[in-house]
């Protein structure tokens, strides 16, 4: 891995309560293998939680591999965890699927382990990666899915001024425009 792309790596998104990290190769490595040896790797209190079969499935064939192919924006094809500050801990994880497509769309995922939810990180944690994709060129806007059972995700989604823009009856499929200003001599334009 080169200079440029460790320092990607030292890059976190802050918000009120929450940092989001981004975690290289040995990070995720350590995370699917044992999640304490994350914890310990990063300098944070351990967390009870565990890895989901299917995070895990998506790390070691998705982003594993993408993380070993120099041309890949790491950025977009890592786990970022989402580490509550006031307990120095891991308390969930979001990602993209990669980068932007041909029309400047992003998706996102996230998820909180059980002993956090309903006390708002993910919304929080969304909100400050939606801040992030703003700052990104050529990113226009980020989509999501959530199963239609899980009302809690399409209420991040909500909170988050996503809109619902296709709905299968099991899965609800969501976009979230990202505004962008240019400046020109008469003032700003969209």
């Known amino acids: 891995m080169g200079y440029n ?17 981004p975690l290289n190769y040995e990070q995720l490595l350590a995370y699917t293998q044992d999640k304490a040896a994350l914890d310990a790797l990063l300098g944070l209190n351990a967390t009870s939680g565990y890895i989901s079969s299917d995070l ?25 965890v989402v580490i509550w500050k ?10 993209f699927t990669g980068a932007q497509d041909e ?10 382990d059980e002993e956090f939810r309903g006390m708002g990180f993910m919304k929080e944690a969304v909100r400050g ?11 226009y806007c980020v989509k ?8 809690a995700s399409g209420k991040i989604l909500k909170h988050n001024d996503f809109l619902k823009i296709n709905d299968s009856g099991e899965m609800s499929f969501w976009k979230y425009e990202l505004k962008r200003y240019a400046c020109n001599e008469g003032g700003m334009v969209l």
């Open 5 to 21: 792309q460790l320092k990607l790596f030292n890059k976190m998104i802050d918000t009120k309560r929450l940092s989001l990290k």
């Open 56 to 80: 895990k499935e998506a790390i070691e064939k998705t982003m594993l591999p993408a993380l070993a192919d120099e041309k890949i924006n790491y950025l977009y094809a890592t786990l970022w």
């Open 86 to 95: 006031k307990e120095n801990k891991i308390i969930g994880g979001v990602s």
């Open 103 to 112: 029309k400047g769309a992003i998706e996102i995922g996230y998820g909180c």
């Open 129 to 139: 990666m939606l801040e992030w994709a703003k700052k990104q060129p050529k990113v």
């Open 144 to 151: 999501a899915c959530t199963h239609n059972e899980n009302i």
